[in-house]
């Protein structure tokens, strides 16, 4: 069975800081992974996406992912971080198998870290 | 571009009572979804719908019905309310296709069991 892992709930950062929020994942096939975002009292909202190819992918408001399959796992980082980065960032997985071999279409998420970011 | 839409975006109920969250999607997506939202567990799939006049359990279905009425609309509904099921409860879509297409989220209905 699938599972997302995020290690650490709350990360606090300085303004202009390094953002590395941590993912890691379980499955017996490499997955599809994503990043969402959730403002306060708003939905979430796709980030970033590792399908196949490049395993540095690069997302929107300046972030990127990198897949490392040895490691297994799919950490957010951001340079530099700005106000308008604090939010919840969720880590999610999706079976890489296609409709047609049986995927269920399902996310599995991680438990999500809260990035506060201080002036 | 309205995307997901729910209705309502806050409620409180009583104990016993039931109530039906509304979900519409624009996007002419195959798949719909809910989630429930609680504080350090992430998001958790209650149903799912992967075509229209079909429908499947997710990790915590209990207490929970749901109906695909047409491609676009997906409701859930809850019989008797507990105060176990306060929760923000999120929609989803995705198009068909194989599963690396990302999920659109609405914003969440906020709803108190009293």
């Known amino acids: 069975a699938q599972s997302v892992t995020q290690l650490g709930s709350h990360v606090s950062v300085s303004e202009g800081a390094l953002v590395l929020l941590r993912c890691n994942y379980s499955s017996s096939v490499p997955p599809y992974l994503f990043w969402y975002v959730q403002y306060p009292n708003q939905g979430l909202q796709l980030l970033l996406k590792?399908?196949?190819?490049?395993?540095l992918v690069k997302g929107i408001n300046g972030f990127e992912a990198e897949f490392k399959k040895s490691e297994t796992s799919f950490h957010l980082t951001k340079p530099s971080a700005h106000m308008s980065d604090a939010a919840e960032y969720f880590c999610?997985?999706?079976?890489?198998?296609?409709?047609?071999?049986?995927?269920?279409?399902?996310?599995?998420f991680g438990t999500g870290t809260l990035l506060a970011v201080q002036p | 571009n309205a995307g997901v839409t729910q209705t309502p975006k806050f409620q409180v109920l009583k104990t016993g009572q039931s109530m039906t969250l509304q979900c519409a999607q624009d996007m002419n997506h195959n798949s719909m979804y809910w989630y429930r939202q609680d504080p350090g567990m992430g998001l958790r799939l209650i149903y799912y719908s992967a075509s229209e006049g079909t429908t499947d359990k997710g990790e915590v279905p209990n207490g929970y019905n749901v109906s695909r009425l047409n491609k676009r609309e997906f409701s859930l509904r809850l019989e008797s309310a507990a105060p176990s099921q306060t929760s923000v409860y999120f929609c989803?879509?995705?198009?068909?296709?194989?599963?690396?297409?990302?999920?659109?989220f609405g914003d969440g209905t906020r709803l108190s069991i009293l």
């Open positions: 590792y399908t196949t190819g490049a395993t």
């Open positions: 999610a997985v999706s079976d890489r198998r296609g409709v047609y071999g049986g995927a269920t279409n399902k996310l599995i």
């Open positions: 989803a879509s995705r198009p068909e296709g194989v599963s690396n297409q990302p999920q659109h």
